[in-house]
């Protein structure tokens, strides 16, 4: 094995480097991450993703039902407002903190500074939406969550391929995939706990806070170094949100596959609360409890199946057989949800949680292994951070799109609004599915 300079071991002299150089980059040939990220890693992404997805699986949905006095379709109308500008606001930070970060020369590190800034801002903005005593309010203090909880993400998940060589990535990846939906699990528990909205929103913002802090200020990040890159022109300012899928074809297939089966999960999650409120008849603290419920049954099968998948495709040596197959459980599990009201309400109640198991192993499987494979197809290693935030326009859109399509085919469609929705999310996410068969540089 040829020994490389790796941020545990890295010397002064290796910091000191040639123009488009950086410290602490792993080559395929080093053994392993260093010692200590892989743990910080996964506690700060499961911090981020409790903080941000407990308002969308269920807390903002709650609010803005209270708000509505009840009146379904007005918080319906309100939700699909407030998630899908707040995913818009997303779509473009990413990218762009992406492509900053990239450049960064802060003595901190590249990434460190954004990770800072981001957690810091979205434990505020969250904290102030549980005040929040109106809708404009909480749209404002939803966008201000989002660009702050993205600013976090892009950078952390840069942190995967500075930090852990491609032999590593898809048990470094399972371990993200786990925390996912142990974020959700928790969020529902806190939503079916809490009775009010101050701690529902403020709760799950310090803890993501306080991992978050952890995981930045304990990072040894790749410092930037040599002569200075010229200004940010317009020209790359613009490229910081696409990248050319003639010159990069495995990364256009693998966004294009994340988009749809993405969008496919982002068909259920947001709308959960208020299709059990339409079609079986529950309150909000009906739909708290019942929420918490579905929620174990999901990341029970995420959880297992992101711990598997991970490592077992790295054993394998294969990637888009575990993405195509997570997807297509996935889509079960969201049609099952679709035809669940059919069966009454006793075993539709059922149907609906054999459903969210499916979709929870679905989504554990594809969690685990997409970012292993997305991190082997990019395709310029000095922009990998603006790379991966391009990419995660796909993971952002659906959660933009989905919701402002959602609303008025639902109300359109009247009494079969939500089984049309949630087949049509289902159909999307096969198709993702079979898309990544298209990416030909890994198997």
């Known amino acids: 094995m040829t020994d490389v300079p790796t941020l545990d071991e890295s010397s002064s002299s290796a910091t000191t480097m040639t123009l488009g150089e950086r410290s602490g980059v792993p080559s395929d040939t080093a053994e ?29 949905s709650i609010k803005l039902q209270t708000l509505a006095n009840g009146d379904l379709d007005q918080a319906a109308g309100n939700l699909a407002l407030v998630t899908g500008v707040g995913a818009l606001f997303a779509l473009f930070t990413q990218p762009l903190v992406g492509r900053l970060s990239d450049r960064t020369r802060s003595k901190l590190g590249m990434r460190k500074p954004w990770i800072l800034a981001g957690v810091i801002g979205a434990a505020a ?16 203090a939803w966008c201000g969550a989002q660009v702050c909880s993205n600013f976090a993400q892009a950078a952390e998940t840069a942190t995967i391929p500075d930090q852990v ?37 403020a709760v799950p913002a310090i803890f993501g806070l306080a991992l978050g802090l952890l995981f930045a200020v304990t990072l040894k990040d790749r410092v930037l170094t040599g002569p200075r890159e010229s200004q940010l022109s317009v020209k790359e300012f613009f490229s910081s949100f696409w990248f050319n ?63 598997l998948g991970g490592p077992w495709s790295d054993k394998v040596g294969r990637r888009r057989t575990f993405v195509a197959v997570g997807a297509v459980i996935m889509a079960v599990g969201v049609g099952l949800m679709a035809i669940s ?9 059922a149907v609906i949680l054999i459903g969210e198991g499916l ?41 933009s799109i989905a919701p402002a399509a959602a609303g008025p085919i639902i109300i359109a469609v009247g009494a079969m609004g939500y089984t049309v929705w949630f087949l049509i999310g289902a159909a999307v996410a096969v198709v993702g599915g079979l898309l990544i068969y298209k990416v030909r540089g890994v198997k």
């Not at 003639?246 to 259920?268: H, N, R, T």
């Not at 395709?379 to 935030?389: C, E, I, Q, R």
């Open 32 to 60: 392993r991450e260093p010692k200590g990220y892989t743990l910080k890693y996964g506690l700060a992404s499961y911090g981020l993703f409790l903080a941000i997805l407990t308002p969308v699986l269920g807390g903002l």
């Open 125 to 140: 903005c969250l904290i102030v939406i549980g005040f929040a005593p109106s809708v404009p309010i909480i749209l404002i």
């Open 165 to 201: 060589p491609a032999h590593r990535r898809g048990f470094v990846s399972g371990i993200q995939g786990a925390c996912t939906p142990l974020a959700i699990l928790t969020g529902a528990i806190g939503i079916a706990a809490f009775s009010s909205d101050l701690p529902r929103f």
């Open 245 to 307: 899928p003639k010159k990069a074809p495995d990364l256009g297939w693998a966004w294009l596959s994340k988009f749809f089966v993405m969008f496919g999960y982002a068909s259920i999650g947001t709308y959960l609360t208020l299709f059990l409120a339409a079609k079986f008849g529950m309150n909000t603290a009906e739909q708290a409890q019942f929420n918490m419920y579905a929620n174990f049954v999901s990341v029970g099968g995420m959880v297992i199946f992101s711990l």
């Open 341 to 349: 009201p059919f069966f009454g309400l006793s075993l539709g109640l």
């Open 359 to 399: 979709l929870g192993s679905g989504a554990g499987l594809f969690l685990a292994v997409d970012m292993a494979l997305c991190t082997e197809v990019l395709p310029d290693k000095k922009n990998t951070a603006k790379d991966l935030g391009v990419l995660n326009i796909a993971n952002a859109l659906p959660q």
